[in-house]
């Protein structure tokens, strides 16, 4: 496997952790990287990189940023957006990767690229609600704004530095599954 597939299988990945904080960012960036000949695209996905698909992306990108500003409208997305967060996982995943047989890149894009992003979004999902039950919302906006933070760091670090935004990947997965386990109720 040549190295600028390992890399572009990283990109997919790192994205694909940071649509778990936020959909539409990562996307976005993936858009502006095709758009700017910084990061080519499978051949099927180049429309990504197209003018109507960066104004689309851009503008959901910062509907959805002020929307999880909102106490309880961030609650409401994420009943959308855990679904979706596997949809867009998978998508960043398969556009990014080329040259590999369609059997290998879906099976990848499925597991590495929707699960990672589901797995994300899950736990940040999960987070909200326990904060609107605790704080009626209030810290909601506090917490919006840390995974917009992350999903811009991820998203840096996926399109410029792939490998560290893989290791980073791994690092935020062992903590949720750390909390998971913290949360998880005992069996008697």
């Known amino acids: 496997m040549a190295f600028e597939t390992v890399l572009s299988i990283f990109l997919g990945i790192g994205l694909a952790a940071s649509v778990g ?47 999880y500003l909102i106490p309880w409208v961030d609650n409401l997305l994420d009943g959308f957006a855990v679904p979706l967060a596997a949809i867009a996982g998978t998508a960043v995943m398969v556009s990014t990767m080329a040259d590999l047989d369609p059997v290998f890149t879906w099976s990848l894009a499925i597991i590495a690229g929707g699960g990672t992003a589901t797995a994300i979004k899950s736990t940040s999902a999960t987070g909200r609600v326990a904060s609107s039950a605790t704080t009626g919302g209030l810290a909601n906006p506090i917490i919006g704004l840390v995974e917009t933070v992350a999903a811009g760091i991820m998203t840096i670090l996926a399109i410029f530095v792939p490998i560290l935004a893989v290791g980073l990947t791994v690092l935020i997965l062992f903590f949720l599954l750390k909390i998971y386990k913290r949360l998880k109720p005992k069996s008697n």
């Open 21 to 67: 904080f936020r959909i539409f960012m990562p996307l976005f960036a993936l858009s502006l990287a095709a758009y700017f000949n910084v990061w080519e695209l499978n051949d099927h996905w180049e429309w990504i990189g197209s003018i109507p698909a960066l104004v689309t992306l851009g503008v959901a990108t910062v509907v959805e940023i002020f929307a």
